[in-house]
């Protein structure tokens, strides 16, 4: 891993050597093959690229570089691009098996996160359907066992490759809550992926369970708020 300044850029690098030249070509979008544009919107912009025959993916967090709530917290700690680096690098030390992070760039002004990018190497895979969703809960359940969390258990985020599941927008966190932040987590995925409760190994009738499901109706009732009312605001 390496942090060093490339013009007004801070550069976190963790790729092989032949592909630290390819930072000009993030910055200025010189010389950069597009193969496609995976998602294009107000949160994230997304790219399928290719550099000497491999293929990137390059992906700017646009909602948190421009939030400035998020902007002001990044004069105390890393901002998205960085995070998102170190996690890729964390999970895959740990074993569980999630994109092979390259590098990450930011700009600062005023010690503050104005504009960044994260590229990493594609990772070939499919949503997991039905018919592979007791692999995506065993890696959910893997994730558990070395004492974190997930971060964003959507189904989105498995990927079948053809042999194995792979995580994917991953943002691990210590389990703090035991079994009740576990729960939270199934419940969490089984709202993007119906019938999936089959594959759990747990009872409903837990305590730890009953709890998390409370808390999950809360957050889901909060978010349906704050959508409505930026939507009267709009």
């Not at 290719?50 to 998020?70: A, D, Q, Y």
């Not at 105390?76 to 760039?105: C, D, S, W, Y």
């Not at 070939?124 to 809960?137: D, P, Q, S, W």
């Not at 009738?205 to 978010?223: E, G, M, N, P, V």
């Amino acid at each position: 891993m390496i942090e060093e300044k490339y013009k007004e850029w801070n550069v976190l690098y963790t790729g092989d050597k032949y592909l630290y030249d390819y930072i000009d070509n993030i910055i200025s979008f010189k010389n950069l093959h597009i193969l496609k544009e995976l998602k294009n919107n107000k949160r994230s912009l997304v790219l399928l690229v290719t550099h000497m025959g491999k293929k990137f993916v390059l992906k700017s967090p646009l909602e948190k570089n421009r939030r400035k709530w998020i902007r002001l917290t990044t004069l105390f700690r890393n901002g998205e691009a960085f995070k998102t680096i170190l996690n890729m690098e964390k999970l895959n030390n740990m074993g569980i098996k999630t994109n092979n992070p390259v590098m990450a760039v930011e700009k600062r002004v005023f010690g503050m996160v104005s504009d960044s990018w994260i590229l990493f190497e594609y990772e070939k895979g499919e949503r997991c359907t039905e018919e592979n969703y007791a692999l995506a809960v065993k890696k959910l359940k893997e994730i558990h066992a070395k004492n974190i969390l997930h971060g964003d258990p959507q189904i989105r985020n498995f990927l079948y490759n053809g042999k194995e599941v792979i995580t994917i927008d991953c943002n691990p966190k210590k389990i703090l809550l035991g079994k009740i932040s576990n729960a939270y987590e199934y419940i969490y995925l089984e709202k993007s992926a119906e019938g999936i409760d089959k594959h759990f190994d747990f009872s409903k009738d837990t305590l730890s369970y009953k709890i998390a499901q409370k808390y999950s109706d809360l957050y889901w009732s909060w978010r349906r708020l704050k959508k409505k009312i930026r939507g009267k605001k709009l």
